[in-house]
């Protein structure tokens, strides 16, 4: 076995303005906004009295080195700020996800039910520093070991199309800082790739 760190090679967040909380959830109210050059990406759902946000986090990963034989996976953020006035559950989800910026990738909180939770959080676990979401069974599976994998990260009422009832997301560092000493990161424990056969020629 061996533990492969493999730091994200894109991300963004997107979020969805509306009025009434299930509209928020769904999409369908005042705007989708996506944000994919910022330094912070946040993830999580807000109220400020008069509206309603749900900001999902979008994060790519180049997981094409590590094959398939896949027995543990974590994801690991690093911490900007806590806005969690309300602490609240966090989820990840594997997604398709090909990189670009825009908005269209939003996903409806009805649809989440069809994605594959991979891992959830509580905002009440947020540091100022690296910190770890707890993985489910399901998330080894969702490696892609000859590409890419991607994830989304939603506010867990989403789905069930409720809303904020105040402040309740984190925002963490992108991989727009300097370096990747901060950059959302996967701790990967796998084994080893299977080195290549190679076949030799007999010449007569």
Not at 63 to 81: A, E, K, P
Not at 109 to 123: C, E, F, M
Not at 128 to 139: L, Q, R
Request: with cysteine; proline share 3%; glycine share 10%.
């Amino acid at each position: 076995m061996t533990v492969t760190v493999i730091y994200a090679e894109m991300d963004k967040y997107i979020s969805s303005g509306a009025y009434v909380a299930g509209q928020s959830a769904e999409g369908t109210g005042y705007g989708i906004f996506s944000y994919a050059s910022s330094s912070t990406i946040s993830a999580g759902a807000r109220f400020n009295g008069a509206s309603y946000s749900c900001d999902q986090a979008f994060l790519r990963f180049d997981t094409s080195s590590i094959g398939y034989d896949v027995t543990d996976v974590l994801l690991s953020i690093f911490g900007h700020s806590d806005s969690s006035v309300v602490d609240a559950d966090l989820v990840v989800r594997a997604v398709v996800w090909d990189g670009g910026p825009g908005p269209s990738d939003f996903v409806k909180g009805s649809d989440l039910s069809s994605l594959v939770k991979v891992a959830n959080l509580n905002t009440a676990s947020y540091l100022d520093s690296y910190f770890s979401f707890d993985s489910t069974d399901n998330f080894k599976d969702a490696i892609v070991g000859g590409g890419f994998t991607s994830l989304m990260i939603h506010y867990a009422n989403q789905e069930y199309g409720l809303g904020a009832t105040a402040s309740e997301y984190i925002n963490f560092k992108s991989k727009r800082n300097i370096g990747s000493s901060q950059d959302p990161k996967l701790i990967i424990t796998h084994e080893l790739p299977a080195p290549p056969v190679v076949t030799a020629a007999i010449l007569l």
